[in-house]
């Protein structure tokens, strides 16, 4: 089992930027895949950001050059930089950490959830 913890969230205004974290326990962290994602009101859960145990990263479009995924193994964070926000960003983040990742769905090899940390972005 690995229990996920994120933090970090807010309202904040337009072009502002805000960091989140997430502290894993319970299992080898180095060896976990792990993602932020996050649901808007109304729509679906979509993917944002990973980072694998290897240290690969990838990032929805939508955030590449605003958004930075990173980790600390020793500490088990995982963290997401999110600079120049826009109210298209406003949701609910979710951490999530798993054993397999699929490149084309990277939810689905997610098997542990944080409870998600809001973010609000006003124009």
């Known amino acids: 089992q690995v229990q996920l913890a994120e933090s970090g969230g807010g309202l904040v205004q337009a072009g502002d930027s805000l960091r989140l974290s997430c502290v894993a326990s319970g299992r080898t962290f180095g060896r976990l895949h792990m993602g932020w994602f996050r649901q808007a009101p109304g729509k679906e859960r979509e993917f944002v950001a990973y980072n694998g145990w290897r240290g690969t990263t990838t990032y929805t479009d939508s955030v590449k050059g605003r958004f930075t995924i990173s980790r600390d193994n020793a500490k088990s964070t995982v963290t997401l930089q999110m600079n120049s926000l826009n109210p298209d960003d406003t949701a609910v983040y979710y951490c999530?950490?798993?054993?397999?990742?699929?490149?084309?769905?990277?939810?689905?090899?997610?098997?542990?959830w944080g409870k998600g940390t809001l973010v609000t972005v006003s124009s």
């Open positions: 999530a950490a798993g054993e397999i990742y699929y490149s084309k769905n990277p939810m689905r090899g997610m098997d542990y």
